[in-house]
């Protein structure tokens, strides 16, 4: 690397307690990002930076925004109650704490005595409402605000926040924030703003948001590029594995069981892909198919705020053999450093998001792999496609091992266990096929020719769910299954109506049984029936030695949940049970992921 990316030939003299902050994190030269862009930002220059993911954009602009509050301060410039200086806007809540926690990072080495800069995070939480954002702001007085466009939107919309004082607003991952689903919210945001401030736009492909750019209010904006002739870091390999549908998973379990990783992310298209996946593979673990070594985390978009920042905790800091199941939620921006691994069961709709999602490892000069499944045929097409946008992908080989012969019977009967599953199963496969039908990259994501058995078999079904936008497309399916009369993937068919009524009116008797009880007031009259009940199911009366039995036998699993409880307590994959609990909720509140997907087994 070459002396000129030395701190000290940065053309900006740093304030001194930056200075000291940067060598506390050990970097001892800047990122090119960096040397280009901090004595622009910091020198009353609108850019719009274009440079690899990992390569240190956060800082580039965090050190400007901190050098202008100085300088501000310095000449007296007070900030009165209600009014802010900086505003960041980022498309995730995990990555506006993350970007919180690099500025505070540096703020623990601001001196004392000097007035306090301080910096706060709007996002929608399940605990504090925009009033409890408001009441803290005016009590606070934070010169810097962080947050995501809706959050932002809102607290700027109330009349005890002033506008007038902002100087400067960053766009993180600005072409995203300025995509179709957050340019209202963000234009709406600017335009609020001050035109007389600096604005800066940051992204490692930065070019997709186009004639949008201009839409930001940038003022004679200077233009920073880095690594133009490659769109991924050079320390990232990209491979792909070409594999049948209906064995992607068996080919993920082989990787995560097989090989050799601190930290993986693993992709998956939508939000109930990662619930079912996730439920999955805790029974697989349970039955050691999965190796116990690993811990599975789980994070998508429908989980509630404080479960999602605590899953991304809990990742972080585990520091061997830790499996990220997640969306694209975790596809921009996230810098967990440790991440060797990132696997993408699809490749996303936008092929933007693909060098996104392989970015989240390969970070900062360290190696990284990221490996992309590809379902055999057409879709291969997407290997020339990644390389008209300069990503290189790379073919390997991959063979199934260590994994049982009859994976897809153990999946199907863990789907046949409870009817909820089953329903959950179908809405993964509809979610996924809509999801599919919106690759930008359509001549190659075909509906006309996927393979729907394929998909199905992958997800533990045995049945083409019904959905009739597709009933046309299956006749072309390249389908490596036969399909036989009703759209059943095996023969014969499963009398589903017996397997699942004989559950049901199990679980039916059970629930009436508890109810009956229930509205038992007479107390002398429950224990009767209590002991009746205890009659009819054991058909015996227990002997005084059986029912002693059974006390030692309870107290025994009362001591050994009580264990298993404390160690959850101690153990990192306590967010993770939260997110099951609130999932739970979420599902009681009738709010999940679940309602927007329909699909059905017509007889079901
Ligand atoms: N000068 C530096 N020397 C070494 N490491 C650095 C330097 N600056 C930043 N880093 C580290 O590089 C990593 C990536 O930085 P950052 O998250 O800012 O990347 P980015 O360019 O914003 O990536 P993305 O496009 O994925 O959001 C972080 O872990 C950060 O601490």
């Not at 205890?534 to 059986?546: H, L």
């Not at 025994?556 to 939260?578: F, G, P, T, Y």
Request: net charge positive; hydrophobic share 35%.
């Amino acid at each position: 690397m070459t002396e000129s990316l030395l701190w000290n030939n940065l053309k900006y003299e740093l304030q001194p307690w930056i200075r000291t902050a940067i060598d506390v994190m050990g970097f001892e030269r800047m990122t090119p990002v960096q040397a280009s862009t901090i004595p622009m930002l910091a020198g009353n220059k609108d850019v719009v930076v274009d440079s690899v993911t990992g390569s240190g954009k956060t800082i580039a602009f965090v050190i400007p925004v901190l050098e202008k509050i100085i300088s501000e301060q310095a000449n007296n410039v007070k900030f009165k109650k209600g009014h802010f200086h900086t505003l960041i806007i980022a498309p995730t809540r995990e990555l506006s704490k993350q970007i919180q926690a690099v500025i505070d990072s540096f703020l623990d080495h601001y001196p004392e005595g000097l007035y306090p800069i301080r910096s706060k995070l709007l996002v929608g939480t399940n605990t504090r409402t925009v009033r409890d954002d408001v009441a803290q702001f005016l009590d606070d007085r934070p010169q810097i605000l962080v947050g995501t466009p809706g959050r932002i939107l809102d607290f700027l919309g109330n009349p005890t926040v002033k506008t007038s004082s902002c100087s400067m607003v960053i766009l993180d991952e600005a072409d995203r924030l300025l995509d179709g689903s957050f340019l209202g919210d963000v234009e709406n945001i600017l335009g609020i703003l001050p035109k007389q401030r600096r604005t800066g736009l940051f992204s490692a492909t930065i070019n997709s948001a186009g004639e949008n750019i201009f839409k930001t209010g940038l003022r004679n904006p200077i233009k920073i590029t880095v690594n133009s002739k490659q769109s991924a870091p050079q320390s990232l390999n990209i491979d792909y594995a070409v594999v049948k549908l209906e064995k992607k998973l068996e080919y993920l379990l082989t990787l995560l069981n097989n090989y050799k990783f601190k930290k993986c992310i693993v992709y998956f298209p939508t939000c109930i892909f990662v619930n079912y996946i996730y439920n999955f593979f805790q029974h697989l673990q349970k039955s050691k198919v999965i190796e116990s070594k690993l811990s599975i985390f789980s994070l998508h978009g429908k989980l509630q705020t404080s479960s999602r920042m605590k899953t991304l905790d809990s990742f972080t800091q585990t520091f061997d053999n830790a499996i990220l199941l997640t969306t694209d939620v975790a596809a921009r921006g996230i810098d967990i450093p440790d991440v060797d691994l990132v696997i993408q069961v699809d490749p996303p709709t936008d092929s933007d998001v693909f060098l996104h999602r392989c970015g989240r490892t390969g970070r900062a000069n360290r190696i990284g792999k990221a490996i992309v499944f590809l379902s055999e045929g057409r879709e291969e097409d997407f290997v020339p496609f990644m390389k008209v946008k300069n990503v290189e992908l790379q073919r390997t080989d991959l063979k199934i091992s260590n994994l049982p012969n009859n994976f897809y019977d153990i999946f199907k009967t863990w789907v046949l266990e409870d009817r909820a599953r089953l329903d959950l199963g179908i809405k993964v496969y509809v979610s996924f096929i809509r999801n599919y039908s919106k690759h930008s990259a359509g001549s190659i994501f075909r509906l006309q020719s996927f393979d729907y058995a394929g998909l199905c078999k992958m997800l533990g079904l045995f049945r083409l769910p019904r959905m009739p936008e597709i009933t046309k497309h299956l006749n072309e399916t390249t389908s490596s299954s036969k399909i036989y009369e009703g759209g059943w993937l095996i023969d014969p068919p499963l009398d589903l109506n017996q397997i699942l009524l004989r559950r049901r009116e199990k679980r039916k008797n059970r629930l009436d049984d508890l109810k009956n009880l229930k509205a038992i007031n007479d107390k002398k009259k429950l224990k009767s029936e209590l002991k009746k009940k205890n009659m009819s199911w054991s058909n015996k009366t227990d002997s005084k030695e059986a029912k002693a039995g059974r006390r030692a036998k309870a107290q025994l699993k009362r001591k050994a949940i009580e264990e298993q409880l404390k160690l959850a307590n101690d153990s990192s994959n306590e967010s993770e049970e939260e997110d099951w609990k609130e999932l739970v909720l979420q599902k009681k509140r009738k709010k999940g992921v679940i309602t927007d997907v329909q699909g059905s087994f017509d007889d079901l």
